[in-house]
């Protein structure tokens, strides 16, 4: 039986979206295909088509109108679909090996058809496996440097700046987050989620005015400071790796925002792989590599060239370099907490099987979060850093 498919939205079948493939020319007529839902995070469905006889094949991503975690009753734009596909083609003209090839677009039906990738793993998943990936610090610290240098008023002149922070105006995805990141895990919302041996300190959280104040303040560069496109979601679930290969996915919360929040995102995750493996200390290794990596790339593309004037001047990429660190350090703060007490949990931390070390970690994750918010102007160095995660998760 075929099915009818239109340009009215309509969320897709694995039959629907074979044919759809087909009838778009993204597959060979004369060959059967398997397609199977293989979508794990929040938000979308993903397709993975691939020929009967075996192969690599393509994905099909489409938004759902709805937040998936929540159901229907969170309604959701379906135009993150185009921001997404709109932002990984900008970022594959800097960093190309980087992001996945986009084959297809398709506004009306939310759909992006995209590069196999299901030769990779991805990134969160190998790390709770136990997996190690030499080179992914260096990679995601290159992904940022490029793609958040290459939109910012550092690089583009300032007509096109402005043009493009229009384009990727996303307020429903950018909600999500200040509701979810940076709003509910600090005051006693309904969305919050947590085990009843975190109560004491999630109380202590919420009455802590000056931990509210600092992230009040962070909270407010999120909806105001336009830096650059950032991913807007760069956890270790978008990101797919092999020994050869990273691959940064999914940045339908794309936006104008602080450089400083892609980079923090990164830290807290590998803070939890980190707190799931507390033996495996090249999960830090990796954060360092990603802060070096960016630091030396940032710096590399400044001194090549930019648009503005000041910044030949002596002391402002300093300057610049240290706003990065210190908003990262708040930002991975706030994502430290809301995956452990708030709405969208991480496995690193809920998959931890015997209750003592998951409560631990989870404490572990709310003081280091706390920490990071509070002193973040404080911690110079990425051996400080270290060393205030080393500190907590051995006295906690
Ligand atoms: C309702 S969406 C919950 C979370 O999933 C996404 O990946 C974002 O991190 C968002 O905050
Ligand atoms: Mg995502």
Redo the contacts with the bound molecule.
Sequence with gaps: MTIQITNHYQALTEIDAIQYALEKNLLEANQDYTCKEIGD???NLVFHITPTTGGTGIILKQALPY?K??GES?PLTLERAYIEASALQWQATFVPTLVPKVFHIDKQLAITVLEDLSNLTILRTGLLNGNTYPKVGKDIGTFLAETLYHTSDYALHPFEKKKQVKRFSNPELCK??ED??FTDPFFDSETNNFEVELKEQVESIWANDLLKLEVAKLKKQFLTETEALLHG?L?TGSVFVNENRTIVIDPE?AFYGPIGFDIGQVFANLLFAYLHHPEKIDRLQTLQEVWETYYQSFTDLWNKGTEDPYTKVEGYLPFTLTKHWEDALGFAGCEAIRRTIG??HVADLDSIKNQNQRIHAKLVSLKIGQRLILERKSITSIQELLSLIHQEVSTV
């Design positions: 995070g929040n938000l937040a975690v929540v969170w999500i987050t979810l990141v979601d956890h919360f709405l969208a």
